[in-house]
């Protein structure tokens, strides 16, 4: 979905200032962990400075993209480049062997040989220690990338031997983005978002019929707890407990009505404010104005509880009952 270094610099602007630091000083290590979530950018990145370091005219430390070496890399036909997947659930000791056999070969390109691990923590204890011993003595110029999005998952001993390049969440904006470039509304784009900071999962969501059917079913009880209870009930029994039966459909559902509560938080204090739920900003203002600070920490304390509660296996249909009147106690409309 990235499509060029400048839009990379506002994916990960660190870590790409880490990487073109290294290049422009000469000092690039036998070894580098990739370590960050899905959809963080690691394997567009990993491309990235592979071809900057084998790039045969770069310019202001980014790869030209047009050489013989770029294009190669990018098709993924460049023979001193090595990439490994996992076999099924695991990268296996014979694909490290493989993949070490091909790094010591005398008939590959001169200059620097490069493999890539994906999912790096996949490896059994076989596959890294075998890797370790490479790592340990690495034979020319190698560098070695594995990604990782569970760092603690990888041996101390690999660890040690290789540069932590740490990667951040993906800002918002930039996934508000780019869901927005796929075609999806402004609104949903600003409710998936809060829900995972991956593209893929965000997207999934935004399309997931069910998924909008849970925000409507969220968004009409905070309507309605701002009436009556007896309403707000009414709710939680005719829509709520039917659309939401499993723990993690609760779970979600509650969260949703966080961000609700949160979003009616920030518009008190600057109706201004981004929001989960843009299209619920006027009735928002409306509940912010009738309402005290004071109130709704409590709400939201209220809500937390639930959740706590949920964890404890409490029947759903008393917990409901007493979130609904924690939250509707104390609304006084003028």
């Known amino acids: 979905m990235v499509e060029n270094v400048e839009e990379l610099k506002v994916l990960q602007p660190v870590v790409m200032k880490q990487l073109q630091t290294i290049f422009e000083k000469n000092r690039t290590g036998h070894a580098y962990i990739f370590d960050g979530e899905k959809g963080t950018g690691k394997k567009e990145i990993a491309l990235f400075f592979i071809k900057l370091l084998l790039c045969l005219n770069p310019s202001k430390n980014v790869p030209c993209e047009t050489c013989r070496n770029c294009k190669r890399i990018e098709t993924g036909n460049h023979p001193n480049v090595k990439q490994i997947e996992p076999d099924g659930q695991f990268i296996k000791i014979d694909q490290i062997r493989d993949l070490i056999s091909g790094m010591t070969k005398t008939s ?63 800002p918002r904006e930039f996934l508000l983005k780019q869901l927005q470039e796929q075609g999806i509304t402004f609104s949903m784009a600003s409710t998936v978002s809060m829900l995972t900071n991956n593209l893929e999962t965000a997207i999934s969501l935004a399309h997931d019929e069910q998924f909008a059917h849970a925000r409507k079913t969220v968004l009409k009880l905070v309507e309605t707890v701002r009436k009556n209870v007896h309403e707000a009930l009414l709710v939680v029994y005719e829509d709520w407990l039917l659309s939401f039966k499993e723990k993690e459909e609760i779970e979600r559902a509650l969260d949703l009505l966080l961000f609700a509560y949160r979003d009616i938080v920030a518009i008190k204090a600057n109706p201004q404010s981004s929001c989960t739920y843009p299209d619920m900003v006027q009735s928002w203002k409306e509940i912010a104005l009738h309402t005290t600070y004071d109130r709704l920490s409590d709400q939201l304390q209220a809500i937390l509880q639930a959740r706590q509660n949920l964890q404890r296996n409490m029947n759903r249909s008393l917990l409901m009952e007493q979130l609904m009147l924690n939250l509707q106690e104390g609304y006084t409309f003028v």
């Open 108 to 170: 590959m390109e001169a200059g620097r040989k490069i493999y890539v691990l994906h999912h790096a923590d996949r490896m059994n204890t076989s596959s890294a220690n075998t890797l370790l011993k490479f790592l340990e003595e690495p034979e020319g110029s190698v560098t070695a990338i594995l990604l990782t999005e569970s760092y603690q998952s990888i041996l101390p001993t690999i660890q040690s031997r290789c540069q932590h390049i740490k990667f951040a969440a993906i």
